[in-house]
C-alpha cells in the first residue's frame, strides 16, 4: 500500500544490513525505504490470503510512485504521474555478487538498468540508473518534495531534513519549482546516460 493505493507489481528488498527498500516494477519508481527488520506477510497465506498486503517492519520513508525518467517537451514540464501499465516493459532482473538485484526495462523509448545497493558502511543506498539506445533526451527526477536545498559537494537536503540526497560528481542535477513545492531533476541528453546518486536518512 503506497498512497493509499494498493500496487500490485512491487518488489521489496531486505539487506543483512538492515537497509530495505520497496521498488514500483511498472514505474520504475523507488516507493520508500526503512531500516530495521523486513516485512510483515502473514497476509499473504492468512484467511485465504487476502488482502495481500505486505508491511513494512521499520519507519519508512515515502519517496515517489511516479516513474524515474520522462520524456518532457522542456524542463519545465509537468512530471507525469505515471507511466501507462503497457507502457513500460519488464526485462527481469540480474542479481550481482551481494545479491543486489539490478532492475531491467524498455520505456520511454530506451532500455533502462536500475541498480538499487547498500553502501559499504550500511549508511546509505545507492542508485545507478542507466539508459541505452534512447531515441530521445530523458529526464530524471531524483526528488520532490515540499522543500529542496542545495548544498556544498553536490548534496541536497530534501524536506524538513527527511533525507539527504548527494549526485555524482559532474553530474548537472536542477531544482525546479512546481505546484506542490519543488523538484530535483537531471538531463539524460545523450542515447547512453547514466546517473548515480546516494540516499542517506
Not at 127 to 134: A, K
Amino acid at each position: 500500500m503506497f498512497e493509499g493505493k494498493k500496487r500490485t507489481h512491487v518488489i521489496s528488498v531486505g539487506t543483512p544490513e538492515k537497509v530495505n527498500y520497496a521498488y514500483d516494477l511498472k514505474q520504475g519508481a523507488l516507493l520508500e525505504v526503512w531500516r530495521g527488520d523486513f516485512m510483515d506477510v502473514k497476509e499473504m497465506w492468512q484467511d485465504r490470503g487476502e488482502p495481500q498486503l505486505a508491511k513494512p517492519l521499520g519507519t519508512v520513508l515515502p519517496l515517489s510512485a511516479a516513474p524515474a525518467l520522462a520524456v518532457l517537451a522542456d524542463k519545465e514540464a509537468a512530471w507525469p504521474d505515471s507511466i501507462a501499465f503497457d507502457d513500460l516493459q519488464n526485462k527481469g532482473y540480474v542479481l550481482d555478487k551481494s545479491k543486489m538485484p539490478t532492475f531491467l526495462y524498455e520505456a520511454n523509448g530506451a532500455d533502462v538498468t536500475d541498480k538499487i545497493t547498500v553502501l559499504s558502511d550500511g549508511t546509505a543506498l545507492s542508485r545507478t540508473i542507466s539508459i541505452s539506445n534512447s531515441k530521445q533526451p530523458l529526464y530524471c527526477r531524483i526528488a520532490a518534495a515540499p522543500t529542496i536545498e542545495a548544498h556544498k559537494n553536490n548534496t541536497y537536503i530534501v524536506g524538513d531534513k527527511a533525507y539527504t540526497l548527494k549526485v555524482a560528481d559532474g553530474t548537472k542535477a536542477f531544482i525546479r519549482k512546481t505546484q506542490k513545492g519543488k523538484e530535483l531533476l537531471v538531463l539524460l541528453a545523450n542515447a547512453t546516460d547514466s546517473l548515480t546518486y546516494s540516499l542517506t536518512w
